[in-house]
Each structure stands twice: as C-alpha cells, then as structure tokens.
C-alpha cells in the first residue's frame, strides 16, 4: 500500500460524521477544491468521451428542425442506431439488461405494444382494456407467489392485490410509502423507520430520502444474506417495515425471508420481499427440483413483494408489480383528491397518465410464455449459471461470493478485480461493477444460454485474470475510478462526481 492507500484506510476507520466535517473543511481550502476540480474535470471528459459516441456520426439537435424531417429518413436514422447497438447486447455480451431477447419474441412483444400504443389507464373509461391488462397481470404474478397457498395461519388473511408499476424502483417506493401511511394511521408511528439489510437494493435508499423515512442498513453474514440476530438487535418502536431479497442485487443470495418475516409478525409490522429479480425465477427453480426457501406469500409474515416483469417476466421495459397480502394495506398506497376543479381525481400510483402500451406488451409476454415457457426459460438460466459459476470456481486467483444461482458475484483476494472487469470490458462485456467488498456480478438471462456464450465468458475471464497476475500494477480504462470510488473515504467527493456524470449524460 502507498501513502495515499494508507490515509484512505486511516480515514475510513473514521466516524462518518467527522469524516464529513473534516471533507468540508478540506474543500474549503483553494489548494485542495482546485485540485479537487482538475482532477473532476479529468475524469468527467473521459465520462464524456465514453458516454456520448455519437457526437460527430449523427447530427445533433438543440432545436426543433424548422420544417420537420422526413418520416422515412428519422426511421432510418433510429434504425442505424438501433443496429448499432444491438449485437452487444444480443451475443449475450451483457450482464441482465435484456432479459429474453429472442428477435421473433421481441418483434411479437413490439407488435402487442404498438396495438396499444395509445392507450393509458388513466383513462379507464376509453381504455378498460388496459385495466384488464393490468389485472390479470396482479392475479397471474401473485398465484406464482404463493398467493392462494394456504398459509396455516388465519391470523394473518390473505387476500392479495396490487399494482402494476413502471418498474422495480417503482414497486419499491410505492410500497415504502403504503408503510409509512399505514404505521402513521394504523399503528400511531409519527415517524416510521425501515430495516433493511445493506446489500437490498439502493431503492430503499430512495424512498427513505423522498419520503424522509428513516432507513436502517443492517451488516450482511459472511454468506451476504441477511442478518437475523442483527435484524432483531436494531428493530424498535418505530419500525414500521422489514426487509429482505430474494434475490439480492449484488450477489444473487436469498436472505432468510422465513426467520425475518416471522419477526416482523410477531411484532405486527410488515415485511416486504423485494422478489424484483428472483420473483420470475426461483417458482419455477422450486419446481425444477432446486433448493428453494419459501419467500412469498405461503410465508405468513410476507405482508408485500415487488417483482419484475421487465425482468425474468420477459416484458419490454417499463412494467413491475406490487403486491400487497390484503387491500386493507394497499389502500394506503391509493391517492384521491374530491376537490379539485380538474374533478374526481384518483390514482392508484405515482404516475398520473400512465402508459398502455408497455401494460399490452406485459400481458403479452405472460401470456405467450405460459407455466411451461417459464419452466424451459428457466432450466436453461439455471443450467447456464451453474456452469459459470463451476467455470469461475476454477480459476485458483477469483472467489464466488455466497451460493448464488444465477446471479453470481466474484472477486479476487490477492489482484484488482476492477482491472479484470476492465478488460473484460475491453472484449466487449458489459459486467457490473460492486464494492463492500469490490466485486464484479453477471446476471445469467436467456441471452447466455445461447450456444458458445458461457465458454466464451470463461475464456475471456480465464485469459482477463491471466494477464492481470502478470501485471499486477496495470491499472486502465475505468479500474482506478471505480477503485478510488469503492474506497475512497470522503463520499461527498464521490456523490459529487456521480452527479456530474448524470449532467455529462444530459449534455447533448
Ligand atoms: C432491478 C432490481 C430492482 C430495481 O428495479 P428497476 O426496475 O431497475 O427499478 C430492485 N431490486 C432488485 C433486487 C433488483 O434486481
């Protein structure tokens, strides 16, 4: 370790809140704010140079073109970038992101979505197909977790309604504000606190911050799921909501949803299973013949899910689901206003207007799938993830965190594992890059069951950590960011740099 390694440590074994006292007194002094901003503006120009490719291929528009183009000509011009940008994800290069992606069942989810392109149910009146959609999508995706299932437990009915929202952060902040609702009316909680363990996803962070709700983040276990004892350690009178995943984010894990969902009813708060990402997959797992703990509603304690369809659901982008045990919860969710001029208002989410067309092409993809389509779908991801991860578990210089299925998540204990993400980069892959503690995940989809991809993945990350262990000291592309991101102890600095980006990415 340099000088510079040795002071991040030394400051990271800092209390946040001097730490951040000391971040605001440094800034304040011109020598290091100016050293600050050039080495920003370093690093924001390759940010540029990487996020805005098309720069001087296609023209660029800052106003509306006086008379407006030719239909054909605007059509050909998103059809070369479409085609662009397709081969990557296609091939399998990337990891979720498209989650089926077969051209014929793609061309079928698009015709289903411009059929209802127009559509919105807002307007539930010209548009009852849409709230028939919507429906049939809830009851579908609740009878797949356990919704009708008896739980032995009459204490705690099940009667399982929803929502369809517009995506898995959607989901999570709608419920997160039903449980702030709820404890404030039903439970006299003025101010309600969430429990959630760190690796949930960074939604629950949002919705703590848009809805001043107070969020505990409580350690993960050396296996990366979720600490009971830590769980029971932090609840307290205000604790309005449990959380757990299944699966989490970064390493694919299931947390103990059973253990945590029967704290939460002993003590008559709710518990949401966040199934974004696993609550299309581990059903059909379970019914595969894999080890698969219970999660969802045949829990008596699981008082609400959110699950993707935009993910292992197989929909186009734009659709989630949240499911609630009983309307008696969801109604905290729904919001009215009787006196308003603009009429009768109601709206069952955050969105006013909502689009239909991502609503159709959901219901589609559910029903053209069918039980058996996501019983094949998900053997073959299965299949898939157990020979990646067997495939990582031979390469003596990575580790796999956790026992994932398909979600699978490594690092390396003695080389930079985001210079091996790097260069898998630089062959074309698109993997996600974690830290606490640094480590790089593929999430298996459909994509990487085609012929050739997994072989090709461990080849490339065979050959990626080969040249890593001959060159321990080469750092490149984006491995020393993402390392002094992972490490850095002043989070201020970074939180600033990652909203720089988000103004690059607005910049035309
Ligand atoms: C993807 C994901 C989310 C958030 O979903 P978005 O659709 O990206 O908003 C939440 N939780 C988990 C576990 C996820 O994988």
């Excluded at 059909?284 to 999660?295: I, M, Q, R, T």
């Excluded at 899910?305 to 008696?328: C, Q």
Aim: contains cysteine; negative net charge; aromatic residues 10%.
């Amino acid at each position: 370790m340099n000088v510079k390694e040795w002071s991040f440590k030394l400051l990271g074994l800092l209390n946040p809140k001097v730490l951040s006292a000391i971040e605001k007194s440094a800034q304040a002094i011109p020598q290091v704010k100016g050293k600050m901003d050039s080495e920003f503006a370093e690093i924001v120009k390759g940010m540029e140079e990487s996020a805005k490719p098309y720069k001087n291929r296609f023209q660029t528009y800052s106003h509306f073109p006086e008379a407006g183009r030719s239909r054909e000509e605007i059509l050909n011009e998103m059809e070369e970038l479409r085609s662009l940008e397709q081969s990557r994800w296609e091939s399998g290069y990337a990891s979720g992101a498209v989650y089926h992606g077969d051209p014929e069942f793609v061309e079928f989810l698009n015709k289903a979505y411009s059929l209802h392109s127009q559509s919105n149910p807002l307007h539930f009146d010209l548009w009852p197909s849409a709230t028939k959609f919507e429906s049939e999508i809830i009851s579908m995706t609740a009878n797949m977790l356990g919704a009708n299932e008896e739980s032995g437990d009459s204490s705690s009915p099940k009667e399982v309604c929803g929502s369809v929202s517009s995506g898995g952060t959607d989901s999570i902040l709608l419920a997160m504000k039903t449980y702030r609702d709820w404890a404030i009316k039903k439970k006299g909680i003025a101010k309600p606190e969430i429990i959630a363990p760190t690796t949930a996803h960074a939604a629950f962070d949002k919705a703590a911050e848009y809805f001043d709700i107070k969020l505990i983040r409580v350690p993960v276990g050396k296996d990366f799921r979720a600490d009971v004892e830590a769980t029971v350690q932090s609840i307290n009178k205000n604790t309005a909501v449990l959380v757990g995943s299944a699966v989490s984010f970064p390493h694919g894990v299931i947390d103990p949803i059973e253990e945590l969902s029967e704290l939460a009813r002993e003590r008559g708060i709710g518990f949401h299973t966040d199934a974004c990402l696993g609550g299309y997959v581990l059903p059909w797992a379970k019914k595969l013949g894999y080890s698969v703990p219970d999660f969802d509603f045949s829990l008596p304690g699981v008082t609400s899910i959110s699950v993707d369809t935009h993910k292992f659901g197989y929909a186009p982008k734009g659709t989630s689901v949240v499911l609630y045990r009983n309307p008696e919860l969801r109604e905290h969710q729904f919001f009215t206003v009787t006196e308003w001029p603009g009429g009768m208002y109601l709206s069952p989410t955050f969105a006013g207007s909502r689009a239909g067309g991502p609503i159709a092409a959901c219901w589609a993809a559910l029903l053209a799938t069918g039980e058996k389509g996501y019983l094949d779908a998900t053997k073959q991801i299965l299949e898939t993830g157990t020979k990646i991860r067997k495939g990582i578990e031979e390469i003596p210089e990575v580790q796999v965190l956790g026992d994932p299925l398909w979600v699978i998540a490594f690092a390396s204990k003695d080389y930079d594992i985001y210079q091996i993400m790097e260069l898998m980069t630089q062959k074309g892959w698109s993997l996600n890059g974690l830290h606490h503690p640094p480590c790089v995940h593929i999430c298996v989809t459909l994509r990487h069951t085609q012929a050739g991809v997994a072989d090709k993945f461990l080849e490339d990350l065979r050959s990626s950590v080969a040249h890593v262990r001959a060159n321990p000291d080469e750092k490149t592309g984006s491995a020393p960011i993402y390392g002094m991101a992972a490490t850095l102890p002043f989070r201020g600095v970074v939180s600033d740099l990652l909203k720089k980006y988000m103004e690059v990415l607005y910049k035309i």
